[in-house]
């Protein structure tokens, strides 16, 4: 296993008498596209509020890179990027202003080519010096990524990156978290309610439902411990059924039409089923599995929130 960049044990907030983040553990490795998935009043906000130092926990215990946020605040701050909700910026002053005062701050390499990357990388190099309050609400997203990444963080942490972007604007960005990820080695700790988004781009995931972690792993894992329903086509479809109806595969068949049939089956099962029609003399056309995060985090959290 990998460096662990994030470790979580027990972290708990309670709001008065409404306990958001309940007995929550989590663990992120260096490297991870890691989903943070859960509907709307999971905890999701309050816990990111709390690995960034933003809110103090109740109880528990956060730890990235390896040192307690409590004890080594600023140090760990230091190499960490976030957007959390709406990202703000002087409206009146250009977007490259913006990066160059925020650059400051931040202690961040602020040069004048530095920035352009930046602004290059989210591609609003030909908007930089545009004032903010020209921008649409997607523009300002891409913008909030820039600042983020200014100061080169081994850790990013977006609470819903992609809010307000079009189709094209979501892909966009979706191939930036894959860059920063696998050519440049970051870690990046990505909340999001698109969960079609997520399942594209995450390694790894966690589905929190009122405050507590219902699973936790890889993307591939998770959902493979769920049945998916496979279509196949298939030549001679009446025969087929008929084989079909006197083979062990008759338990999973669940529908069928006059070119495809349907079957309810583990990942696993599908090469073994494919190889059965194939050495039956049946020429399998295509093969469609329907396994979709949406369907697996609906069934965790409307499993779990009766």
Not at 155 to 166: H, R, S
């Amino acid at each position: 296993m990998s460096e662990q960049i994030i470790e979580v044990r027990g972290l708990t907030k309670k709001f008065k008498n409404i306990t958001a983040v309940n007995n929550l553990d989590l663990n992120v490795y260096r490297g991870d596209v890691f989903g943070f998935l859960g509907p709307n009043g999971a905890g999701k906000s309050t816990t990111i509020r709390m690995l960034l130092s933003l809110i103090k926990p109740t109880s528990g215990s956060i730890k990235i890179f390896g040192y307690s946020i409590k004890e080594k605040r600023e140090e760990i701050l230091r190499k960490v990027g976030a957007i959390v909700e709406k990202p703000d910026f002087y409206l009146y002053l250009s977007a490259y202003k913006n990066l160059e005062i925020f650059g400051k701050l931040s202690g961040a390499d602020v040069s004048k080519k530095k920035i352009m990357e930046m602004l290059e990388l989210v591609g609003l190099s030909k908007r930089a010096n545009s004032k903010v309050k020209t921008y649409s609400h997607g523009m300002k997203q891409r913008l909030g990524l820039a600042q983020a990444l200014l100061h080169d963080p081994e850790l990013i942490i977006l609470d819903e990156p992609t809010t307000g972007l079009d189709p094209q604007g979501m892909k966009e960005i979706r191939e930036l978290i894959l860059y920063l990820s696998r050519t440049k080695n970051k870690t990046v700790f990505l909340s999001s309610h698109i969960l079609r988004e997520v399942e594209l781009i995450a390694t790894r995931m966690i589905i929190i439902n009122k405050g507590s972690a219902q699973v936790e792993g890889t993307v591939n894992d998770l959902l493979n411990m769920d049945k998916l329903t496979v279509t196949f086509e298939v030549d001679k479809i009446d025969t087929a059924k008929t084989i079909i109806q006197d083979s062990a595969w008759k338990e999973k068949l669940v529908s069928s039409t006059n070119r495809e049939l349907s079957f309810e089956l583990i990942y696993n099962d599908i090469p073994a089923l494919n190889k059965f029609f194939v050495e039956n003399g049946f020429s399998v056309s295509s093969i469609i599995p329907v396994r979709s995060l949406e369907n697996f985090f609906l069934k965790i959290t409307e499993g779990n929130g009766k």
